[in-house]
């Protein structure tokens, strides 16, 4: 079981919005502004698309913006495209004696 | 452009050592502010990650809790890579290794991945 829970599943036609969200707890999203969200196609490693809640690395389409309140982080994708269809991770700091990254289990993105 | 190189066995043994090697192009390995970072991918355990390595003139390495007393990070400077051993590693362990950058101080999240290493553990 991950330490974000994020749907199994979620899906949009293209042209439409959709958004994923991911909840922890007081401990990582709710304390931290350390989220990142992560878009993994079939046999590929993930890809850095938002991170510090909101911001977007260089190169990733404005289409992807992220957001929280409270325990829980949502990444909302605008003007779905065919290539969007991909599964989706979050990620968050989280207190602990150590560093301690985690992450949620991942959404599955359907573009109808 | 940094890209990261993989290598390593994609197959190990019950019990014995898993090693994984990164080799960075477009960075270094002993970089201001940067860290390098190994993450797994498995179906029962989703992604997980293990820890990561930096230098601050000296060497640091955090260790994730689940794996700290079978993990050990290393890195070379002469040839811009850092490594994963794992031991006595179990069926558990079966997953896709990613190696990964990511940065110290308030930033935690991963920008630029390896194409990733599939290691089965079996007999």
């Known amino acids: 079981q991950s330490a974000l829970n994020q749907p199994a599943s979620v899906s949009g036609s293209p042209g439409q919005s959709i958004t994923i969200s991911c909840t922890g707890t007081s401990s990582d999203v709710g304390t931290y502004r350390y989220v990142s969200w992560y878009q993994q196609h079939p046999g590929k490693a993930p890809k850095l698309m938002i991170y510090?809640?909101?911001s977007r690395p260089s190169g990733v389409s404005n289409r992807f913006s992220g957001s929280k309140s409270g325990n829980t982080a949502s990444l909302t994708i605008s003007g779905l495209q065919a290539e969007d269809e991909a599964d989706y991770y979050c990620s968050s700091y989280r207190t602990s004696n150590t560093l301690d990254i985690v992450f949620g289990g991942g959404t599955k993105l359907t573009v109808l | 452009q940094v890209q990261l190189q993989q290598s390593g066995p994609g197959l190990v043994k019950p019990s014995q050592t898993l090693s994984l090697t990164c080799a960075i192009s477009g960075d270094s390995v002993s970089g201001n502010s940067v860290a390098w970072n190994w993450i797994r991918q498995s179906p029962s355990r989703g992604l997980e990650w293990l820890g990561r390595?930096?230098?601050?003139?000296?060497?640091?390495?955090d260790y994730a809790v689940s794996v700290r007393s079978r993990i050990t990070f290393n890195s070379d400077t002469s040839k811009n890579h850092f490594s994963l051993q794992m031991n006595s590693v179990t069926p558990e362990d079966t997953a896709v290794y990613y190696c990964a950058r990511g940065y110290t101080g308030y930033d935690h999240y991963f920008d630029s991945w390896g194409q990733g290493t599939l290691v089965t553990v079996s007999s």
């Open positions: 510090d809640v909101s």
């Open positions: 390595t930096y230098y601050r003139s000296k060497w640091y390495n």
